[in-house]
Protein backbone atom coordinates (compact mmCIF):
# COMPACT_ATOMS: atom_id res chain seq x y z
CA UNK A 1 0.00 0.00 0.00
CA UNK A 2 1.55 3.54 -0.61
CA UNK A 3 0.12 6.90 0.52
CA UNK A 4 -2.34 7.50 -2.78
CA UNK A 5 -3.82 3.66 -1.70
CA UNK A 6 -4.02 4.71 2.02
CA UNK A 7 -5.88 8.03 1.55
CA UNK A 8 -8.73 6.31 -0.71
CA UNK A 9 -9.77 4.52 2.29
CA UNK A 10 -12.72 5.95 3.86
CA UNK A 11 -12.28 6.92 7.32
CA UNK A 12 -16.17 5.21 8.21
CA UNK A 13 -15.36 2.12 6.95
CA UNK A 14 -12.03 2.27 9.20
CA UNK A 15 -13.54 2.88 11.89
CA UNK A 16 -16.32 0.01 11.98
CA UNK A 17 -13.77 -2.53 11.22
CA UNK A 18 -11.82 -0.80 14.25
CA UNK A 19 -15.61 -1.64 16.28
CA UNK A 20 -16.89 2.21 16.65
CA UNK A 21 -20.34 3.19 15.57
CA UNK A 22 -21.55 6.33 14.56
CA UNK A 23 -23.24 8.68 17.63
CA UNK A 24 -25.05 10.39 15.11
CA UNK A 25 -24.95 12.51 11.46
CA UNK A 26 -25.41 15.88 11.23
CA UNK A 27 -25.44 17.73 7.81
CA UNK A 28 -23.53 14.73 6.21
CA UNK A 29 -21.27 15.12 9.08
CA UNK A 30 -20.29 11.47 11.16
CA UNK A 31 -20.03 11.91 14.87
CA UNK A 32 -18.63 9.02 17.13
CA UNK A 33 -16.85 9.04 20.61
CA UNK A 34 -13.76 9.55 20.64
CA UNK A 35 -11.93 6.66 19.45
CA UNK A 36 -8.89 7.67 21.76
CA UNK A 37 -10.44 8.87 25.01
CA UNK A 38 -12.19 5.85 26.68
CA UNK A 39 -14.06 8.46 29.06
CA UNK A 40 -15.65 10.32 25.94
CA UNK A 41 -19.41 10.15 27.05
CA UNK A 42 -20.42 13.55 24.65
CA UNK A 43 -19.77 12.81 20.78
CA UNK A 44 -16.80 14.84 20.07
CA UNK A 45 -15.11 12.79 17.06
CA UNK A 46 -16.36 14.10 13.96
CA UNK A 47 -15.71 13.10 10.02
CA UNK A 48 -16.57 15.45 6.85
CA UNK A 49 -18.71 14.37 4.64
CA UNK A 50 -16.03 13.13 2.24
CA UNK A 51 -15.05 10.92 5.05
CA UNK A 52 -11.46 11.73 3.96
CA UNK A 53 -10.88 13.95 7.33
CA UNK A 54 -11.81 14.04 10.63
CA UNK A 55 -11.23 16.61 13.52
CA UNK A 56 -11.51 15.66 17.81
CA UNK A 57 -12.86 18.79 19.56
CA UNK A 58 -11.57 16.56 22.78
CA UNK A 59 -7.96 16.37 21.60
CA UNK A 60 -6.27 19.82 22.23
CA UNK A 61 -2.52 18.09 21.15
CA UNK A 62 -3.53 16.42 17.72
CA UNK A 63 -6.69 18.27 16.69
CA UNK A 64 -7.52 16.46 12.98
CA UNK A 65 -5.71 15.27 9.97
CA UNK A 66 -6.79 12.34 7.44
CA UNK A 67 -6.90 8.81 7.60
CA UNK A 68 -2.68 8.58 8.03
CA UNK A 69 -2.75 11.14 11.24
CA UNK A 70 -5.56 9.13 12.63
CA UNK A 71 -3.28 6.04 12.18
CA UNK A 72 -0.70 7.67 13.30
CA UNK A 73 -2.57 8.55 16.54
CA UNK A 74 -4.68 5.76 17.39
CA UNK A 75 -1.50 3.09 16.98
CA UNK A 76 0.30 5.26 19.00
CA UNK A 77 3.26 5.92 16.53
CA UNK A 78 5.88 7.60 16.76
CA UNK A 79 5.94 11.48 15.17
CA UNK A 80 5.34 11.71 11.62
CA UNK A 81 5.91 7.71 10.88
CA UNK A 82 3.58 7.31 7.70
CA UNK A 83 5.66 4.27 6.92
CA UNK A 84 4.22 2.36 10.15
CA UNK A 85 0.98 4.03 9.71
CA UNK A 86 0.96 2.62 6.12
CA UNK A 87 1.85 -0.59 7.18
CA UNK A 88 -0.96 -0.89 9.69
CA UNK A 89 -3.35 0.55 7.65
CA UNK A 90 -3.00 -2.06 5.03
CA UNK A 91 -5.33 -4.97 6.50
CA UNK A 92 -7.71 -2.38 6.03
CA UNK A 93 -7.20 -1.47 2.32
CA UNK A 94 -7.20 -2.79 -1.01
CA UNK A 95 -6.81 -6.68 -1.80
CA UNK A 96 -3.20 -7.34 -0.81
CA UNK A 97 -1.07 -10.73 -1.66
CA UNK A 98 0.70 -10.44 1.83
CA UNK A 99 0.06 -10.85 5.64
CA UNK A 100 -1.55 -8.82 7.72
CA UNK A 101 0.18 -7.02 9.93
CA UNK A 102 -0.16 -9.11 13.15
CA UNK A 103 -0.24 -5.91 15.34
CA UNK A 104 -2.78 -3.85 13.17
CA UNK A 105 -5.13 -7.44 13.64
CA UNK A 106 -4.72 -8.06 17.71
CA UNK A 107 -5.50 -3.82 17.48
CA UNK A 108 -8.61 -3.72 15.85
CA UNK A 109 -11.32 -3.20 17.81
CA UNK A 110 -9.70 -2.19 20.48
CA UNK A 111 -9.15 1.00 22.24
CA UNK A 112 -5.81 2.50 22.71
CA UNK A 113 -5.68 2.15 26.39
CA UNK A 114 -6.25 -1.97 25.84
CA UNK A 115 -3.32 -1.90 23.19
CA UNK A 116 -0.57 0.05 25.22
CA UNK A 117 -0.61 1.12 29.01
CA UNK A 118 0.92 4.37 27.93
CA UNK A 119 -1.23 7.23 28.91
CA UNK A 120 -3.43 8.66 25.93
CA UNK A 121 -2.32 11.74 26.71
CA UNK A 122 1.23 11.12 26.04
CA UNK A 123 2.85 12.19 23.40
CA UNK A 124 4.75 10.00 20.73
CA UNK A 125 8.52 10.71 20.89
CA UNK A 126 9.90 12.03 17.27
CA UNK A 127 11.64 8.29 16.59
CA UNK A 128 12.89 6.74 13.69
CA UNK A 129 10.07 4.32 11.45
CA UNK A 130 10.33 1.02 13.53
CA UNK A 131 11.13 -1.81 10.88
CA UNK A 132 12.77 -5.54 11.56
CA UNK A 133 16.29 -5.81 11.67
CA UNK A 134 18.27 -6.17 8.44
CA UNK A 135 22.06 -7.17 7.74
CA UNK A 136 22.76 -3.23 6.20
CA UNK A 137 21.83 -2.06 9.41
CA UNK A 138 20.72 1.52 7.35
CA UNK A 139 18.20 3.25 9.62
CA UNK A 140 15.43 4.88 8.34
CA UNK A 141 15.00 8.13 9.86
CA UNK A 142 11.96 9.72 7.87
CA UNK A 143 9.26 8.72 5.20
CA UNK A 144 7.55 11.79 3.27
CA UNK A 145 5.22 11.98 0.13
CA UNK A 146 7.20 12.25 -2.75
CA UNK A 147 8.39 15.21 -4.12
CA UNK A 148 8.20 16.42 -7.87
CA UNK A 149 9.34 20.25 -7.27
CA UNK A 150 11.05 22.46 -5.26
CA UNK A 151 10.68 26.07 -4.84
CA UNK A 152 7.88 28.61 -6.04
CA UNK A 153 7.41 30.92 -8.85
CA UNK A 154 9.91 31.47 -11.52
CA UNK A 155 12.19 29.44 -9.10
CA UNK A 156 10.06 26.50 -9.54
CA UNK A 157 12.26 23.31 -10.41
CA UNK A 158 12.47 19.41 -10.40
CA UNK A 159 13.48 18.07 -7.24
CA UNK A 160 16.90 16.07 -7.34
CA UNK A 161 14.61 12.35 -7.56
CA UNK A 162 12.13 13.68 -10.06
CA UNK A 163 15.15 14.75 -12.14
CA UNK A 164 16.07 11.10 -11.48
CA UNK A 165 12.81 9.93 -12.68
CA UNK A 166 13.50 12.03 -15.79
CA UNK A 167 16.97 11.05 -16.40
CA UNK A 168 15.17 7.44 -16.75
CA UNK A 169 12.50 8.86 -19.12
CA UNK A 170 9.79 8.61 -16.19
CA UNK A 171 6.91 11.35 -15.88
CA UNK A 172 7.39 12.21 -12.08
CA UNK A 173 3.28 13.18 -11.69
CA UNK A 174 2.72 9.54 -13.31
CA UNK A 175 5.13 7.74 -10.73
CA UNK A 176 4.67 10.01 -7.89
CA UNK A 177 1.55 8.16 -6.25
CA UNK A 178 3.64 5.00 -5.92
CA UNK A 179 6.74 6.33 -4.36
CA UNK A 180 7.85 8.63 -1.23
CA UNK A 181 10.89 10.27 -0.06
CA UNK A 182 12.81 8.47 2.35
CA UNK A 183 15.67 9.35 4.88
CA UNK A 184 17.76 7.15 6.15
CA UNK A 185 21.58 6.69 7.77
CA UNK A 186 23.79 4.17 6.23
CA UNK A 187 24.80 1.62 8.71
CA UNK A 188 28.21 2.56 8.55
CA UNK A 189 27.91 6.56 8.92
CA UNK A 190 25.03 6.55 11.59
CA UNK A 191 25.19 10.18 12.02
CA UNK A 192 25.01 10.99 7.90
CA UNK A 193 21.94 12.07 6.60
CA UNK A 194 21.11 10.77 3.43
CA UNK A 195 17.88 10.29 1.01
CA UNK A 196 17.04 8.48 -1.66
CA UNK A 197 13.72 7.50 -3.53
CA UNK A 198 11.63 4.85 -2.17
CA UNK A 199 8.41 2.81 -2.15
CA UNK A 200 7.05 0.10 0.34
CA UNK A 201 7.11 -3.59 0.31
CA UNK A 202 4.43 -5.94 1.64
CA UNK A 203 6.52 -6.81 4.60
CA UNK A 204 6.75 -3.08 5.74
CA UNK A 205 9.97 -2.53 4.45
CA UNK A 206 11.38 0.17 1.73
CA UNK A 207 13.61 -0.06 -1.32
CA UNK A 208 15.36 2.53 -1.15
CA UNK A 209 17.52 3.92 -4.60
CA UNK A 210 19.71 7.21 -4.35
CA UNK A 211 19.68 9.55 -7.12
CA UNK A 212 23.10 10.32 -7.55
CA UNK A 213 26.55 8.48 -9.03
CA UNK A 214 27.17 5.81 -6.27
CA UNK A 215 24.09 3.71 -7.04
CA UNK A 216 23.52 3.17 -4.17
CA UNK A 217 19.97 0.96 -3.69
CA UNK A 218 19.56 -1.67 -0.72
CA UNK A 219 16.49 -2.57 1.24
CA UNK A 220 15.79 -1.28 4.29
CA UNK A 221 13.49 -3.83 6.62
CA UNK A 222 12.41 -7.52 5.05
CA UNK A 223 13.20 -7.66 1.82
CA UNK A 224 9.66 -8.74 0.06
CA UNK A 225 7.14 -7.81 -3.27
CA UNK A 226 5.04 -4.96 -4.05
CA UNK A 227 1.40 -5.59 -4.87
CA UNK A 228 -0.92 -2.56 -6.25
CA UNK A 229 -4.14 -4.23 -6.58
CA UNK A 230 -6.98 -2.94 -8.78
CA UNK A 231 -8.77 -0.11 -6.87
CA UNK A 232 -11.93 -0.48 -9.14
CA UNK A 233 -12.09 -4.22 -8.42
CA UNK A 234 -15.55 -5.13 -7.43
CA UNK A 235 -16.97 -9.08 -6.80
CA UNK A 236 -19.28 -8.66 -9.55
CA UNK A 237 -17.19 -6.80 -11.92
CA UNK A 238 -13.35 -8.26 -11.35
CA UNK A 239 -10.40 -6.84 -12.94
CA UNK A 240 -8.19 -10.18 -12.87
CA UNK A 241 -5.31 -10.14 -14.89
CA UNK A 242 -2.22 -8.96 -12.89
CA UNK A 243 1.42 -7.83 -14.65
CA UNK A 244 4.39 -9.11 -13.18
CA UNK A 245 7.44 -6.99 -13.33
CA UNK A 246 10.81 -6.94 -11.87
CA UNK A 247 11.47 -3.57 -11.15
CA UNK A 248 9.09 -0.74 -9.99
CA UNK A 249 11.27 1.20 -12.55
CA UNK A 250 9.82 -1.15 -15.27
CA UNK A 251 6.58 -1.10 -13.66
CA UNK A 252 6.78 3.36 -14.01
CA UNK A 253 7.77 2.81 -17.37
CA UNK A 254 4.46 0.79 -18.19
CA UNK A 255 2.53 3.66 -16.89
CA UNK A 256 4.51 6.30 -18.75
CA UNK A 257 4.21 3.99 -21.90
CA UNK A 258 1.04 2.99 -21.84
CA UNK A 259 -1.18 5.99 -21.55
CA UNK A 260 -4.42 4.76 -22.34
CA UNK A 261 -4.38 2.46 -19.39
CA UNK A 262 -6.02 3.10 -16.45
CA UNK A 263 -4.01 2.23 -13.42
CA UNK A 264 -7.20 1.39 -11.24
CA UNK A 265 -8.23 -1.25 -13.30
CA UNK A 266 -5.08 -3.52 -13.55
CA UNK A 267 -3.61 -5.43 -11.06
CA UNK A 268 0.97 -5.01 -10.38
CA UNK A 269 2.72 -7.18 -8.67
CA UNK A 270 6.80 -6.25 -8.53
CA UNK A 271 9.23 -8.52 -7.49
CA UNK A 272 11.74 -6.25 -6.24
CA UNK A 273 14.18 -9.29 -7.10
CA UNK A 274 14.42 -11.72 -9.53
CA UNK A 275 15.16 -14.20 -6.07
CA UNK A 276 11.24 -13.96 -5.07
CA UNK A 277 9.42 -15.08 -7.76
CA UNK A 278 8.71 -18.32 -5.92
CA UNK A 279 7.37 -16.17 -2.75
CA UNK A 280 5.33 -14.18 -5.40
CA UNK A 281 3.88 -17.03 -7.09
CA UNK A 282 3.03 -18.29 -3.11
CA UNK A 283 1.36 -15.27 -3.05
CA UNK A 284 -0.60 -15.48 -6.08
CA UNK A 285 -2.06 -18.77 -5.92
CA UNK A 286 -2.59 -17.96 -2.24
CA UNK A 287 -4.91 -14.91 -2.82
CA UNK A 288 -8.71 -15.10 -2.69
CA UNK A 289 -8.76 -13.81 -6.20
CA UNK A 290 -7.84 -15.60 -9.28
CA UNK A 291 -5.05 -13.85 -11.17
CA UNK A 292 -5.65 -14.80 -14.56
CA UNK A 293 -3.94 -13.78 -16.99
CA UNK A 294 -0.52 -13.79 -15.61
CA UNK A 295 1.35 -10.84 -18.04
CA UNK A 296 5.56 -11.09 -17.35
CA UNK A 297 7.50 -8.04 -17.93
CA UNK A 298 10.61 -9.48 -16.45
CA UNK A 299 14.36 -8.57 -17.26
CA UNK A 300 16.31 -10.09 -20.51
CA UNK A 301 18.91 -11.50 -18.07
CA UNK A 302 19.43 -15.16 -16.30
CA UNK A 303 17.72 -14.03 -13.05
CA UNK A 304 15.48 -12.91 -15.20
CA UNK A 305 14.65 -15.93 -17.37
CA UNK A 306 14.71 -17.93 -14.06
CA UNK A 307 11.85 -16.02 -12.36
CA UNK A 308 9.59 -15.81 -15.99
CA UNK A 309 10.30 -19.93 -16.31
CA UNK A 310 8.99 -20.31 -12.95
CA UNK A 311 5.88 -18.61 -13.59
CA UNK A 312 5.83 -20.21 -17.20
CA UNK A 313 5.72 -23.64 -14.90
CA UNK A 314 1.94 -22.91 -13.67
CA UNK A 315 -0.50 -24.75 -15.21
CA UNK A 316 -4.00 -23.49 -13.17
CA UNK A 317 -3.92 -20.16 -15.20
CA UNK A 318 -2.69 -18.39 -18.10
CA UNK A 319 0.56 -16.50 -18.11
CA UNK A 320 2.19 -14.73 -21.14
CA UNK A 321 5.49 -12.97 -21.20
CA UNK A 322 6.32 -9.75 -23.37
CA UNK A 323 9.95 -9.79 -22.74
CA UNK A 324 10.25 -10.39 -26.56
CA UNK A 325 8.74 -6.58 -26.72
CA UNK A 326 12.02 -5.67 -25.60
CA UNK A 327 14.42 -7.88 -27.00
CA UNK A 328 17.88 -6.64 -27.25
CA UNK A 329 17.32 -4.38 -24.13
CA UNK A 330 17.91 -5.68 -20.41
CA UNK A 331 14.74 -4.48 -19.54
CA UNK A 332 11.55 -2.04 -20.26
CA UNK A 333 12.72 0.69 -18.68
CA UNK A 334 16.04 0.45 -20.79
CA UNK A 335 14.10 0.19 -24.13
CA UNK A 336 11.79 2.72 -22.72
CA UNK A 337 14.87 4.93 -22.86
CA UNK A 338 16.58 4.50 -25.57
CA UNK A 339 13.31 5.36 -26.98
CA UNK A 340 12.56 8.90 -26.27
CA UNK A 341 16.27 9.91 -25.16
CA UNK A 342 18.20 8.06 -28.55
CA UNK A 343 15.79 8.37 -31.28
CA UNK A 344 18.97 6.71 -33.09
CA UNK A 345 18.62 3.54 -31.84
CA UNK A 346 18.07 0.89 -34.39
CA UNK A 347 14.54 -0.30 -34.63
CA UNK A 348 15.13 -3.85 -35.39
CA UNK A 349 16.38 -3.54 -31.69
CA UNK A 350 13.11 -2.01 -30.22
CA UNK A 351 9.76 -2.22 -32.54
CA UNK A 352 8.18 1.62 -31.67
CA UNK A 353 4.76 -0.11 -32.55
CA UNK A 354 4.61 -2.85 -29.86
CA UNK A 355 2.41 -0.46 -27.70
CA UNK A 356 -0.32 -0.29 -30.48
CA UNK A 357 0.43 -4.33 -30.36
CA UNK A 358 0.33 -4.64 -26.72
CA UNK A 359 -2.87 -2.56 -26.71
CA UNK A 360 -4.48 -4.35 -29.54
CA UNK A 361 -4.04 -7.90 -27.76
CA UNK A 362 -4.97 -7.18 -23.94
CA UNK A 363 -7.49 -4.90 -23.52
CA UNK A 364 -8.95 -3.62 -20.57
CA UNK A 365 -10.99 -6.21 -19.26
Known amino acids: MNISQAKEIPLDELLARLGFTPAKVVNGEIWYKSPF ?3 DDTPSFKLSASKKGWYDFGDAETNGGNILDFAIRYFKLGENDISGALRELRPFGATNVAKPSKQATQRAGKR ?7 PVSEKPAKAVVELPAEPTGHTINYVKEFEVWQGYGRGRKFSPLAQYLLDRAITPNVAAPYLANVGFSPAKQPTKKWYGIGWLNQSGGYEVRMANSTGFKACIGTKDITFYAAKDHKPENPYNRLHV ?3 QFDFLSYLCMFEG ?10 LNSANLAGRAIEGIQAHEQKFDPLILWT ?16 TDRAVLTAAHYYEGFKDLNDAFKAQKIKPDVPKAKFNPEFVQTYQASFKPQ
Open 299 to 314: QNDEPGQKAAAAFLAL
Open 261 to 270: VNPAQENYLI
Open 112 to 118: PEQVSKK
Open 245 to 247: FES
Open 37 to 39: RAN
